[in-house]
């Protein structure tokens, strides 16, 4: 059994690729051929014993010493290299990587043949035979993969298979090892500005937040107090009207930003890879991305565990879809992620939740987090069998509310229901 990845990020036996028979002659060393000659020759020695035929014996001893021979010239050493051209290590999802295999060898090798095994979403595995190859005579085997899913997938490792001019035994040599390549998810340009909040107009705060820092909208201006930064002074208006104005803009909530992904697989669609899974976790990328794009402090959390804190800064996007690329779906609730950050006594961040459901208890955490001081959006993934009262709840709560439909551009439908819910307010 071989060790392939899932999208999911989890590693899982796969059957090999022909069955028992290829396992057997691949732990023998012996073609189906070879198997045949070891039957004939067994069966020989048999009847010979029995009947005490010389022919039967000759026959047998005569089958052993030609398959020994086999044996013998199929495992000699043979001094054939592989260099593999330098493959990414991250990768998104539906991303075409040329590979390159190039083949050496200090003397004339001919006739074999190479593999290079790939895991299923990267496609089936590269064989090609090689007729010769020497020092004047180098081979070159180009061929492209484009991984399907997101996950942490190997390539490699490269085998050689040479055998004796009967085709009666084989060796296997490896010649390359394995290397990993992770599958990125796809990310969408998304709109999420943490503005809104249950307690909007200062000085009035909640209970357990720390002050607001500044937004992003403009509010107006008012006149120069001593600590303003002069970098918010408004020139042209002091032109005008003699004194000094500066810029305030509408407060933000935090520079802290939750992404909670639920993991629950009993409220994902069924199937390998589970649809509206993916989409979760294509919208946690999407929106995780753009808040360490505009500089925030971006936290990722699964229902069984938390995956990356204080992710911040350029180099911070690719730990952040390293470990989207590795989420898998789990037993545990979503109640569990956001009681730890109940916890956790951070009540003043923003918090996007990608789910498919929002029953009671989650509901109950949430509201913890929004009476504190928290900002909520509930990116609410909807199919058939989604439970209706998963919006009630989050409106309930006072969350922003996003729906979105696999298969949906993430752009259009954030934009559209984030205005949506500032009207309403």
């Known amino acids: 059994m071989a060790l392939r990845s899932l999208g999911a990020g989890r590693r899982i036996a796969t059957p090999a690729s022909t069955g028992l028979l290829a396992q057997l002659e691949r732990s023998l060393g012996l073609t189906l051929g070879g198997l045949i000659l070891v039957a004939l020759a067994a069966g020989a020695w048999v009847m010979g014993r029995a009947l005490g035929g010389r022919a039967a014996y000759l026959f047998a ?6 398959l020994g021979a086999a044996i013998l010239i199929a495992r000699r050493s043979r001094p054939v290299k592989a260099e593999r051209s330098a493959i990414a290590r991250r990768a998104r999802v539906g991303q075409t990587l040329e590979v390159t295999l190039k083949l050496t060898s200090a003397r004339r090798v ?4 190479v593999e290079e095994k790939l895991d299923s979403a990267l496609g089936p595995s590269v064989v090609f035979p090689v007729s010769s190859v020497g020092p004047n005579h180098e081979v070159e085997h180009r061929y492209s993969i484009m991984p399907a899913l997101r996950g942490v997938y190997s390539v490699g490792p490269v085998t050689a298979e040479f055998s004796d001019p009967l085709g009666l035994a084989k060796r296997h040599h490896q010649l390359l090892g394995r290397t990993e390549v992770t599958v990125h998810p796809n990310t969408d340009e998304v709109l999420d500005r943490p503005l809104t909040r249950a307690f909007e107009d200062p000085p ?15 509010y107006g201006m008012r006149e120069y107090v001593r600590g303003d930064d002069m970098r918010r002074v408004v020139w042209r208006a002091f032109a005008r009207t003699e004194k000094l104005l500066v810029r305030e803009f509408e407060q933000g909530i935090s520079d802290r930003i939750t992404v909670v992904l639920d993991t629950d697989a009993a409220w994902h ?7 509206t899974f993916e989409t979760a976790v294509r919208v946690a990328a999407s929106v995780g991305v753009r808040h360490i794009k505009d500089g925030f402090r971006v936290r990722l959390d699964a229902n069984y565990d938390n995956l990356a804190m204080n992710l911040r800064g350029p180099r911070a996007r690719l730990h952040y879809l390293d470990e989207l690329a590795r989420v898998h779906l789990a037993k545990q609730p979503l109640s569990d992620a956001l009681e730890r950050l109940v916890r956790a006594g951070r009540r003043d961040s923003h918090i996007v939740l990608v ?6 208890v989650s509901a109950a955490r949430a509201n913890l987090l929004v009476s504190g001081g928290a900002s909520l959006t509930v990116a609410a993934i909807i199919w058939d069998e989604s439970d209706p009262v998963t919006l009630r709840r989050a409106h309930e709560i006072g969350a922003q509310v996003v729906q979105v439909k696999p298969g949906a551009a993430l752009s259009g439908v954030f934009r559209a229901s984030l205005q949506s819910n500032l009207r309403v307010r």
Do not use: C, M, Q
């Open 355 to 360: 789910t498919s459901h929002f029953d009671s």
């Open 110 to 113: 001919t006739t074999f043949r």
């Open 269 to 275: 669609s069924p199937g390998t890879p589970s649809e």
């Open 204 to 218: 009035l705060r909640p209970p357990n937040s720390r002050p607001w820092p500044d937004g992003f909208e403009f």
């Open 61 to 66: 001893y005569g089958g052993a010493g030609l």
